[in-house]
């Protein structure tokens, strides 16, 4: 049985669990591995980074200075308002095309606590790809990724080798790699995914976000939208996939799925992040009201169907769900999206559930990664990188959801 916050507390420091406890005794802390790279100024390929700080009044205000390697903890408005950058590289998998569908071909940078990026686990696990897409979980602490830059403030995702012990972008905390971080497997001079950015001459202003989809054979990034990569993870490797039949985009509920994923993202998906990152409480207001009206939708819809867009899991349910399973854990304290919590909605919290237990989609909660990467990432808002205990919940609970008339 998964119990959520025991494996959570286990990648902190004052509450390790067994397995944690012993990867703390195995591996004493040791120095973050400098990486071994030209610098990007040197790269042919890299424009003039490190130049113009862009800073919105909003973000100076906060000490939110929007550096050159700024992360969406910077991006809000001078109202006040978080709003997410467009994903920068946007290629498709198509057969005949650049990056055409092949095993062993494509890898996966990816983040266990990254909701976007949990999409793509999702898929590659419900599809049967874990052998033909391969994949890299960086550790869920962001690192300060030009530590000796004083200019460069900026703080991201790290990859860390189990056993390594890393601090926050302040200093906080001693927080242990587990078994599913690993080092790049594909490059010997990549230490963050901000290497990957620059090893591709990624543009001024580039988020340096996950999941990323690497081309092994161009050296290239394909994609890093999380959207469009499920679609081709799910569209483009049947012939390799151990579940080829699975449908995630039926033909008959495309419209459906198209038309929830819209709202969802805008009011939940993206809805939560305007919350949490709100520098404004109007902002935080409108974000929030926004945030709970969406959620009472999808309650009312799944009283009336097992899924969010009809009677099979497809994608609309992948792209819900991982914010949802977030929800009480992290966001309902963190983005203070305390309205309500989804242990208090009976159809909404059985879904999650129902979700959870479908085959393939567990292996895409890492409870631990998530939490821990929350509250020790940002220490603009949590100074002190505590992560909360509860409150534990048991997605492994019968969610009675296929047996109940609709
Ligand atoms: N549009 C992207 C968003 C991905 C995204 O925002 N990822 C976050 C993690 S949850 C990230 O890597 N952020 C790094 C940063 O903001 O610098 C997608 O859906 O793939």
Not at 114 to 128: H, Q
Not at 144 to 150: E, L, Y
Not at 155 to 167: H, I, S
Not at 305 to 316: H, K, P, S
Request: hydrophobic content about 40%.
């Amino acid at each position: 049985m998964l119990r959520a916050t025991v494996s959570a507390l286990a990648s902190h420091p004052r509450a390790p669990t067994p397995a944690f406890a012993s990867a703390v005794a195995r591996a004493p802390p040791r120095p973050r591995r400098a990486p071994a790279r030209r610098p990007i100024a040197h790269h042919p390929r890299a424009m003039a980074s490190g130049s113009t700080p862009a800073t919105t009044a909003a973000s100076a205000s906060l000490g939110r200075t929007a550096t050159p390697g700024s992360t969406a903890v910077a991006d809000v408005s001078a109202a006040g308002a978080f709003v997410r950058k467009d994903a920068g590289f946007r290629a498709r998998i198509e057969p005949g095309g650049r990056h055409p569908p092949e095993r062993d071909r494509y890898h996966l940078y990816v983040s266990y606590a990254c909701p976007w990026a949990s999409r793509t686990l999702a898929v590659l696990g419900l599809k049967g790809l874990e052998d033909v897409v391969s994949v890299t979980a960086v550790h869920p602490t962001w690192q300060k990724t030009r530590p000796n830059d004083a200019s460069d403030s900026h703080a991201g995702w790290a990859f860390a080798r189990p056993g390594e012990v890393l601090a926050n972008p302040a200093g906080v905390g001693a927080f242990v790699a587990d078994d599913k971080c690993a080092a790049d497997p594909n490059h010997d001079d990549v230490a963050f995914v901000r290497d990957l950015y620059d090893k591709v001459g990624a543009p001024p202003g580039t988020r340096f976000t996950v999941p990323v989809l690497w081309d092994k054979t161009l050296g290239e990034i394909v994609s890093n939208e999380s959207s469009e990569i499920i679609r081709d993870l799910y569209g483009r490797f049947d012939a390799f996939a151990k579940r080829p039949d699975l449908d995630l985009y039926p033909e008959r509920l495309r419209a459906e799925i198209d038309e929830i994923n819209e709202w969802v993202y805008h009011g939940i998906n993206n809805g939560v992040y305007k919350c949490g990152f709100a520098t404004s409480q109007a902002a935080y207001d409108e974000a929030c009201a926004e945030l709970f009206a969406c959620l009472d939708r999808c309650e009312a819809i799944l009283e009336k169907r097992r899924f969010i867009a009809g009677d099979v899991l497809t994608e609309a349910d992948v792209r819900l769900f991982h914010t949802l399973v977030r929800f009480d854990e992290v966001y309902v304290v963190y983005f203070k999206t305390n309205k309500k919590a989804i242990r208090e909605y009976a159809n909404l919290s059985a879904y999650v559930r129902d979700v959870y237990q479908t085959p393939g989609m567990r292996q895409s909660v890492d409870m631990a990664h998530i939490k821990t990467h929350y509250f020790t990432s940002h220490p603009v808002l949590n100074a002190h990188a505590i992560v909360p205990m509860g409150p534990e919940t048991d997605l492994d609970a019968p969610h009675g959801r296929d047996t109940r008339e609709y």
